[in-house]
């Protein structure tokens, strides 16, 4: 089943002289449940693309679809319930509130929404981030990966149909970057979510379902490895 | 350690940034704590000033709001049962009761002749004498028609000095007056034996009063009994003096609702058929209980205040806007996070503006009882002070429920205006930022600084640090905008409450300094003169201004009258008079002759020579004046006339003995031999819009007709009968003129000696 989709997508920078274009008329596909790379050089354009997926930036023109929804005809504030129910982001550099622990760091898109929390669910994703005795702790008293997997926490307290991860490791050492793709790949596919994260690392991007590779704003080579290996 | 409660909703989010930002959420704390106590402080000051000034006049005046006097009994029943009346007190008047005869010398200080001493006796319910400024000093009020309180100093003159507890016997009756207001004769009705159960204390004693109020009670079922009889009115003509006519009663009644308390009161009037003689407003009481603030104080400083107000409102704004503004700056990054993770810009707006509220929710009761605090500090400190004003002497500094709702919601506006352009700016941040900003660094739009010949200057003198710095500064206009602004505010603010306070320290406390540490006002001016001279010796005695004033019209041309009084008052020039403007209540006055020394200082041309003015009918004129303007009502101090030395002035004092037509009255020439700037106490300008003229003691004599009098006398007592033949057309009526001694003390002086002068001399 589709659940994302680009029509034409644009996103450009400045104007006149020094008008940078970004993206230049990305059309791309990515069905529910998919584990996808980003791949590509600094500056090709691929954390634009990321963040448009999101609902985060704007696109200068093009359209986005996720579960079908016309993402950019929304309302600001519709954007943000939109970002809040259906995406979640992981940032490279964690991106957590300091003033909040680790748990309502965790529950912040739930606490937005003043819904209910599903305390079993809550624990059983704490418990697979390995958090359980660091919930109350503050961001500062966290090491690195466990602030990463506290923001993995936070993308994934709603249950968002998409999971967003913008070089998740490009800070961690390799044993940290390990856990933390393990962790991901575990919990997206337990709950059947999409997962679109960016990276530099080829260990990770080999172990996705499909390699999207960029180059200059545009997508040059879109490897789907399920299939080829199938074909194989 | 760690077990930190968790939230429950996002909006917590709040408590936590607050307590992450210790220091610079104190400072707005503080900054609020200050607004808030600034106006806190203004509007205390106000109401409590407004308490005093209804307690001094309850105090002086009673607490009834009207009184309806000379009224029959049913008029009283209707009254009392009135719906518009609260609270109503009745009396009856009884007559006049013979203390015992009044001396020659006592009949003409008193002015009026009177063939005794008398007791106005006038029974009052407990309730009537609540209403009425009556103080008992000694003993009870009476409860019963047999009991009496009198004024204390009256004690002395009975036959016996009468003690609390003794009982004396008057004669009762009516005095009949001829229509100047002479006694013709004493009409005694009868006698009755009173027992004397208290002393009161009326406002003020002048042993040339020969009229003294005695208070007696009511007998419960008096009044019924005579409410619903008609007959009275024959039963008083056979002499009985223990029930009241038609018209002896009086009421005094207190309204439920102050509002329009005059249109209430004329109503109550016209439901039972009474007209405006027979109504006594309470003026004082009414006018400062019920007037908006507009009319308690004037409309210079009712904007005075509110210029204020509205200075501390922007001063903080400015402060705690740039408190939010960083720290909203601080936080783009998180916001945008918020953002990122689905929180709404009104979401975002929220928790800003929820922190300034907890902010104020904190603050502003702090600020309210700082501010009263301040209030009672400064109170203090000016209680130590010596202060005239009674008012200002019994201000209590009270908390005011009004002025708290007030200052608080003056308090909730301020930070509003502060916090919501900040959290505006908040919510529009963009999600972006989350990713943009990996934490500290935040953006601004900085401008590149031209290099100019004023950067090179401040190279120059300031060095490469100063440049630096000066670069820092300009690259963010708006901070700097921002922070100049604050500076400049907070000088304002400074300058304005110290000229302020400077100002409130002339206009009050030195003016009321100048009224004299003691005052005696007489009649007789061959007494004062010599009261003046003897008390000039005492010790400790700095100096005794002899004030005796004669109000008139003077001539003048009608060039000396300046064009802004004549467009203020148009209506007070209009009567000419052989090419001449008549002036009307001009204030003709001496000082005492040994005072000219401190008219020196205020002499703007002329000379402040006493012989010089006695020579010529001199008189030294101050051309200031307070005038009413006739079309806005407002009062104020302009310079109303141009006399000059030299200038010759037609005066003629007002006289009710002769006519306005008269053909006899003769002006008198004055010449103008010095200009003051004021005068002096508090008769520093006159009050109608018209001159003061301070003249010598022999001068003011000669127009008063004083001293051909005094040669009158000496003559009477040569021959003894060359009166009557006096020509003098000016003479006043020497009863009228009053005479005022200010005593003003040396600092610190012992009271020991003046005192025994007074106990001495006016047998107080």
């Known amino acids: 089943m589709e659940i994302v989709k680009t029509i034409d997508l644009c996103k450009s920078y400045g104007t006149g002289n020094t008008k940078v274009e970004a993206l230049k008329n990305i059309n791309l596909s990515i069905c529910q449940g998919e584990f996808v790379a980003v791949v590509g050089a600094s500056g090709s354009g691929k954390s634009t693309l990321l963040h448009l997926l999101g609902g985060v930036d704007k696109p200068s023109s093009g359209k986005v679809f996720v579960n079908g929804v016309d993402v950019y005809s929304l309302s600001e504030k519709e954007l943000a319930i939109f970002r809040r129910r259906n995406v979640g982001i992981i940032f490279q550099f964690y991106n957590l509130v300091p003033v909040l622990t680790a748990e309502e760091n965790m529950l912040l898109p739930l606490l937005l929404d003043s819904n209910k929390i599903d305390k079993d669910r809550f624990q059983e994703l704490i418990n697979i981030l390995g958090l359980d005795d660091r919930r109350n702790h503050l961001p500062n008293e966290l090491s690195g990966g466990q602030q990463q997997r506290v923001s993995i926490g936070r993308a994934l307290a709603y249950n968002p149909s998409i999971v967003l991860a913008d070089e998740p490791t490009g800070n961690l050492d390799s044993k940290n970057s390990k856990e933390i793709v393990d962790l991901l790949k575990i919990s997206v596919k337990k709950y059947n979510q999409t997962l679109i994260i960016i990276t530099h690392d080829l260990n990770i991007a080999s172990q996705a379902d499909r390699i999207i590779s960029i180059e200059d704003g545009m997508i040059v080579k879109d490897e789907d490895y399920m299939s080829r290996g199938e074909e194989q | ?764």
């Open chain 2, 1 to 764: 350690m760690k077990n930190r409660r968790s939230m429950a909703n996002y909006k917590q989010i709040t408590y936590r940034y607050l307590k992450g930002q210790r220091n610079r959420t104190l400072l707005t704390i503080l900054g609020i704590i200050l607004s808030v106590a600034m106006v806190s402080a203004i509007g205390t000051i106000i109401a409590s000033t407004r308490e005093a000034l209804v307690k001094d006049a309850i105090r002086q005046n009673g607490s009834y709001h009207a009184g309806f006097t000379n009224i029959s009994s049913e008029t009283l029943e209707k009254i009392v049962n009135h719906v518009e009346v609260k609270e109503s007190g009745a009396s009856l008047y009884r007559g006049y009761g013979i203390v015992r005869e009044a001396t020659e010398e006592e009949k003409e200080m008193y002015g009026r002749n009177f063939s005794h001493r008398y007791l106005n006796i006038v029974s009052f319910e407990e309730k009537a004498l609540d209403m009425l400024p009556y103080k008992i000093k000694e003993g009870r009020f009476p409860n019963t028609s047999d009991e009496i309180a009198i004024e204390y100093w009256m004690a002395n003159y009975f036959e016996n000095k009468v003690n609390l507890g003794d009982t004396i016997k008057l004669a009762i009756g009516q005095s009949i007056l001829d229509d100047k207001g002479h006694e013709v004769k004493f009409d005694e009705r009868g006698e009755k034996e009173y027992t004397v159960v208290g002393f009161t204390n009326p406002g003020y004693v002048w042993k040339g009063e020969l009229i003294t109020t005695g208070i007696t009670g009511i007998d419960e079922e008096y009044f019924s009994e005579v409410g619903a009889s008609i007959e009275n009115k024959t039963i008083s003509e056979e002499k009985t003096i223990s029930k009241g006519k038609n018209g002896d009663y009086s009421v005094y009644i207190q309204l439920h609702n102050i509002k329009n308390a005059n249109d209430k009161i004329n109503a109550i009037a016209n439901d039972v058929g009474l007209d405006s003689g027979n109504i006594k407003y309470n003026n004082q009481v009414l006018r400062l209980s019920a007037e908006s603030l507009n009319d308690t104080f004037n409309s210079t400083i009712i904007a005075l205040l509110l210029f204020f107000i509205v200075l501390i409102v922007v001063s903080t704004v400015a402060v705690i806007y740039n408190s939010f503004n960083i720290s909203v700056l601080e936080r783009v990054s998180q916001f945008g996070l918020l953002r990122s993770v689905g929180a709404t810009p009104s979401q975002i707006i929220g928790i800003v503006l929820k922190e300034a509220f907890i902010l104020s929710v904190i603050a502003i009761p702090i600020g309210l009882f700082s501010g009263v605090l301040a209030m009672k500090i400064v109170f203090y400190i000016i209680s130590l002070l010596k202060f005239e004003a009674g008012f200002i002497r019994d201000m209590e500094i009270s908390i005011s429920l009004p002025v708290f709702l007030f200052s608080a919601a003056i308090g909730l506006i301020t930070v509003f205006l502060s916090a919501i352009g900040p959290a505006r700016k908040a919510g529009k941040v963009s999600p972006l930022e989350a990713v943009r900003n990996t934490g500290s660094l935040k953006k601004e739009s900085f401008h590149k600084i031209k290099k100019s010949l004023f950067t090179f200057l401040i190279r120059k003198v300031l060095g490469v640090e100063g440049e630096i710095a000066f670069k820092n500064l300009r690259r963010n206009r708006k901070r700097f905008i921002i922070t100049v602004f604050s500076m400049v505010i907070s000088i304002t603010l400074f300058i304005t409450f110290a000229s302020f306070s400077d100002f409130m320290f002339k206009a009050n406390i030195i003016d009321n300094s100048n009224k004299g540490d003691y005052a005696i006002m007489m009649k007789d001016p061959e007494v004062t003169d010599k009261i003046y001279d003897e008390i000039r010796g005492v010790n400790d005695v700095k100096r005794v201004y002899k004030i005796r004033q004669m109000n008139g019209e003077m001539l003048i041309d009608d060039n000396k009258i300046s064009k802004k009084i004549k467009e203020m008052a148009p209506n007070a020039f209009s009567t000419k008079k052989d090419n001449f403007v008549v002036v009307h209540n001009s204030n003709f006055m001496i000082i005492g002759d040994e005072n000219f020394e401190v008219l020196k200082d205020s002499l703007i041309t002329g000379s402040g020579n006493k012989e010089d003015l006695d020579k010529e009918n001199g008189i030294l004129v101050v051309n200031n004046t307070y005038v009413n303007n006739e079309k806005t009502n407002q009062y104020s101090l302009i310079e109303g006339y141009h006399l000059k030395q030299g200038d010759e002035i037609m005066f003629l004092p007002y006289d009710n003995e002769h006519s306005a037509e008269d053909e006899n009255k003769k002006y008198n020439k004055l010449k103008v031999m010095g200009v003051l700037e004021k005068g002096v106490l508090n008769r520093g300008y006159n009050p109608d819009g018209s001159v003061i003229m301070i003249t010598t003691e022999k001068v003011f004599n000669e127009i008063s007709g004083l001293s051909h009098e005094e040669n009158e006398k000496n003559n009477n007592d040569d021959d003894g009968n060359n009166g009557g033949k006096s020509d003098s057309s000016t003479s006043v009526n020497r009863t009228r003129i009053y005479t005022e001694l200010y005593i003003e003390m040396e600092e610190n002086y012992d009271d020991k000696d003046i005192k025994a002068y007074f106990e001495e001399k006016m047998r107080f």
